[in-house]
């Protein structure tokens, strides 16, 4: 196998093509071998294959809970997540502006999804097709300003937003993730739209608590935790599943604890199914929850997928080419096009299991087509076995994930930068959960805006986003 040193650089643009310019972005965009491949080279392809192959094969096996939690949570059935992450990491792969990043469900689409689910499926008098053909409609949306923005060269102001709203929405979504899946830890599921509403159905039916699926939760939840800081090369997402599935399958059989196949049926594996975008009737609310949910993924998107890219270029102590955000946004905005027309959803650049592939050996985007692939065929075999897993094991899961967005050393560094940016991330961390995820940011970037404009706020630089990845010496993994 030979691989020439020319095939890894973009093709030099035209004279008539500035490099900065549109056209030469779009001619980068469709480079499909570019400088991302650049350390698969003639003398070591096999080494560096080998190693793609086995950070693969970890994530896959870590990423199947997770992306089934993640779908769930946000109001959609388990196959849903193995379909969207196996998919968006194949787009993302392909035309993403980064060598390292790993594409899936993260926790941050969450509220977003699982809002527009409540309000336009059967909670709100419709279907659950109709809410996902309305999801794909806004999703497409979002891809196709994504794209946009990638060739009009915006990707380098997503980085203008300031630490302080990053970490504060952050903290804000790990709030609500963790409220909203207590329920299904105890045995109570949570009723009612919104976070407020959630937690006072939740409090109200704590008398039929069931004692049983708090044990599995928590057990879940330790496992997890417990095996990440021994080893990244243990799948202990799955096998923390698989312990207690046994558990509930055997000496808990009788406790009346919840599965997965008790709520959403069997698992099907014919994964791909094409899904034509739907509108509901055409009014005013739906124009703007049209544009809302839009904006929404397009802000996720773009400043997740950054976030990440940068923290994998940091973590993988990348000398060579650095991620390029203006074909990050274009990748970005394919994966939220394609992926929902296959069944799937949103997703976007997920920094935990980035982390993970990198730690395994990732070297470049070839990782990302070996966990797509084995994630899928992992799935296909182990369906049958998924929909016994109780559905508080998956509630653990997603405590896990959101105890691990809240990064201690993210939050004291901030506060380093001055009683403002302390207030902003305060202020973004309680407006998130307790009104919308729009809301709660856009209006805490118009306080930024407003007082960098006209009293003087200084910008503050970016802190060093935890790296503190699933590996030995007590390192955790970094949020989703």
């Known amino acids: 196998m030979t691989i020439s040193a020319t095939a890894n650089a973009a093709p030099s643009p035209r004279a008539d093509a500035p490099p900065d310019s549109p056209r030469a972005r779009l001619r980068n965009f469709f480079t499909l071998f570019d400088a991302r491949f650049e350390d698969l080279d003639a003398q070591s392809w096999k080494r560096t294959v080998y190693r793609d192959f086995s950070a693969g094969l970890v994530v896959a096996m870590t990423a199947i809970p997770m992306a089934m939690g993640f779908a769930m949570a946000m109001g959609l059935r388990p196959e849903q997540g193995i379909i969207a992450g196996a998919l968006a990491c194949l787009i993302g792969r392909t035309f993403g502006g980064s060598k390292y990043q790993v594409y899936g469900p993260t926790a941050a689409f ?24 309305f999801l794909v409609f806004v999703s497409i949306i979002a891809g196709v300003a994504l794209m946009i923005c990638g060739l009009l060269g915006v990707g380098r102001y997503a980085k203008l937003v300031p630490p302080s709203i990053i970490v504060g929405f952050t903290v804000g979504i790990a709030v609500s993730i963790a409220l909203s899946n207590a329920g299904e830890a105890l045995g109570v599921p949570a009723a009612g739209s919104g976070l407020v509403r959630k937690v006072a159905s939740i409090v109200s039916n704590l008398g039929a608590a069931n004692p049983w699926s708090l044990v599995l ?9 417990g095996l ?6 243990i799948p202990a997402p799955l096998v923390a599943l698989g312990t207690c599935t046994a558990l509930a399958s055997t000496v808990l059989s009788d406790k009346g604890v919840t599965l997965v196949r008790d709520r959403y049926g069997a698992i099907p594996t014919n994964f791909f199914v094409f899904t034509p975008p739907s509108v509901p009737s055409l009014s005013a609310s739906v124009v703007f929850d049209a544009i809302y949910f839009a904006a929404a993924i397009v802000f996720v998107s773009g400043v997740e997928s950054l976030l990440c890219s940068s923290m994998a270029d940091r973590l993988a102590n990348n000398k060579r080419t650095p991620f390029n955000p203006d074909k990050e946004f274009w990748g970005q905005g394919l994966v939220q096009i394609l992926t929902p027309l296959a069944n799937g959803f949103p ?20 990782a990302g087509y070996f966990k797509a692939v084995l994630k899928l065929a992992l799935a296909y075999f182990l369906a049958a076995q998924l929909e016994r897993v109780p559905m508080a ?8 994930v959101a105890s691990n967005m809240i990064k201690p050393q993210e939050v004291r560094e901030v506060f380093t930068q001055g009683r403002f940016h302390k ?21 805490a970037l118009v306080i930024y805006a407003v007082a960098v404009r006209f009293f003087g706020v200084a910008t503050p630089h970016e802190p060093a986003r935890a790296e503190e990845v699933i590996a030995p010496a007590g390192l955790q993994p970094v949020a989703e």
């Open 110 to 133: 969450i509220p977003l999804i699982a809002a527009l689910m409540q309000k336009y499926g059967e909670a709100g008098g419709g279907t659950f097709a109709q809410a996902h053909g």
């Open 217 to 225: 939760a928590l057990l879940t939840f330790a496992i997890t935790k």
């Open 228 to 233: 990440l800081r021994v080893s990244i090369f």
């Open 347 to 366: 997703c976007t650049g997920a920094l935990a299991r980035t982390a993970t592939s990198i730690k395994a050996g990732a070297v470049t985007p070839l």
């Open 393 to 400: 094991c998956i509630a653990g899961i997603l405590l896990w």
């Open 423 to 443: 207030a902003l991330l305060v202020y973004t961390a309680v407006m998130v959960p307790l009104t919308d995820f729009l809301t709660g940011v856009l209006s």
